[in-house]
């Protein structure tokens, strides 16, 4: 790919960006409406050409079917958590459209991008070298720390859901945290892209970069949403009132966990998809690493 296309998808994605938050200045409902998913498409155009322009090679253009395989993950992994909220109900969505097909649409659109954000601005802090150095003292939990890392993540999966949803409600926060320590020993095992295994060689800057990415995305997840003539808005009264935009500061501090849970979550399928690569006898592509 050409410097110039990179440079044509970041244009476009900057413009993406400013007609949305101009129809919001505008009022222009039948745009804002959709700013989630017109602000995060943006976002990720601008970062697929930063990549290309650094490496040379297109996360969208480059390996479409990895990127296709990305969105869909992405809509089935938050559709876990927008279960999670059926029963504990920390958030709703108001503003939408009547038309139930225009509205799943605007689902489909919108979660379709959280993945993929997360993974792509990692990915730019990695070609940063932000968090590039090695650690000193490399961490290898031993075999009954692992086993009871699963044990810690089921209770945490499990326990909110038990409880009556007045004192569940209160605990979503172990959700966010139960996927990576049940996922992350069981990744480590089964020979997956690990935090655990990248922590044993003393290489602690994906774990750094998720929490910093997660926090970025968070961040702008929060301030485009704000606005937004279609949003979502939280009851997490129990909170402290300080809030970022909609989210409150203590909630806030989920966004890093949530994209190592992101890493968890994906790590078993980047492994199937490497292990078909080799049985089809082709060269798989480089490691996920971010």
Aim: hydrophobic content about 55%; some cysteine.
């Amino acid at each position: 790919m050409s410097a110039s296309a990179a440079a044509t998808r970041a244009v476009l994605g900057g413009a993406f960006i400013l007609i949305a938050e101009s129809a919001i200045l505008a009022d222009w409902t039948a745009v804002s409406t959709w700013t989630t998913p017109i602000c995060w498409w943006g976002y990720l155009l601008i970062l697929d050409a930063f990549i290309e322009l650094r490496v040379g090679r297109s996360p969208f253009v480059g390996r479409p079917g990895r990127f296709f395989g990305w969105t869909i993950l992405s809509v089935l992994f938050w559709l876990v958590f927008e279960a999670y909220n059926l029963r504990l109900r920390n958030w709703e969505y108001i503003g939408l459209p009547d038309d139930h097909r225009l509205r799943l649409a605007g689902y489909l659109a919108s979660f379709a991008t959280i993945l993929p954000a997360v993974f792509l601005t990692t990915e730019s802090l990695r070609i940063l070298r932000i968090f590039t150095w090695s650690a000193r003292r490399p961490i290898r939990p031993g075999s009954r720390a692992l086993a009871g890392m699963v044990v810690a993540g089921l209770l945490c999966l499990v326990v909110p859901l038990l409880l009556p949803e007045a004192i569940g409600r209160y605990l979503f926060a172990l959700v966010w945290v139960g996927f990576i320590l049940v996922l992350e020993p069981l990744n480590l095992r089964l020979g997956a892209p690990s935090i655990l295994r990248q922590l044993a060689a003393g290489e602690p800057g994906t774990l750094l970069r998720l929490l910093l990415a997660g926090y970025l995305c968070g961040f702008l997840w929060e301030f485009w949403n704000y606005w937004a003539a279609a949003r979502w808005v939280y009851h997490l009264s129990f909170l402290p009132s300080a809030r970022i935009f909609e989210m409150p500061v203590v909630g806030f501090l989920g966004f890093g966990p949530f994209a190592v849970e992101l890493y968890a979550m994906y790590a078993p399928f980047e492994a199937l998809r490497q292990r078909l690569a080799a049985l089809r006898k082709r060269q798989p592509s480089r490691a996920f690493s971010l």
